[in-house]
């Protein structure tokens, strides 16, 4: 069955940086458009980066754009989320998603002095 396994969050000071990875299984990644999302406390899942199957086409949140990079390795079935420059506002538990409505557990993120 489909895994998504999100790793690499923690408590980190603003301006800081963190890589989450997201390991899949159970099904073949590399035919997958994949996806970070986030949820604030209080608040609704958004969208936070997307990218293709091939990896050569990438979608930001105008919140993110310029400090977080989606990447993957398709040979290590492994999606990876980048965030540079980080602020408290980034706080939030992360997941990762596959189409067909496949998510993660996710994994929290603390910016915090």
């Known amino acids: 069955q489909v895994q998504l396994v999100e790793s690499g969050g923690g408590l980190v000071q603003p301006g800081g940086s963190l890589r989450l990875s997201c390991a899949a299984s159970?099904?073949?990644?590399?035919?997958?458009?994949m996806s970070w999302y986030r949820q604030a406390p209080g608040k609704g899942r958004e969208l936070v980066a997307g990218i293709d199957s091939f990896g050569r086409i990438t979608n930001y949140a105008d919140s993110v754009k310029g400090r977080f990079t989606i990447s993957r390795d398709n040979a290590k079935n492994t999606l990876y989320l980048q965030m540079d420059s980080l602020k408290p506002e980034d706080t939030a538990v992360y997941y990762c998603r596959r189409t067909g409505n496949y998510w993660g557990q996710g994994t929290q993120v603390t910016v915090s002095s």
């Open positions: 159970g099904f073949t990644f590399s035919s997958y458009a």
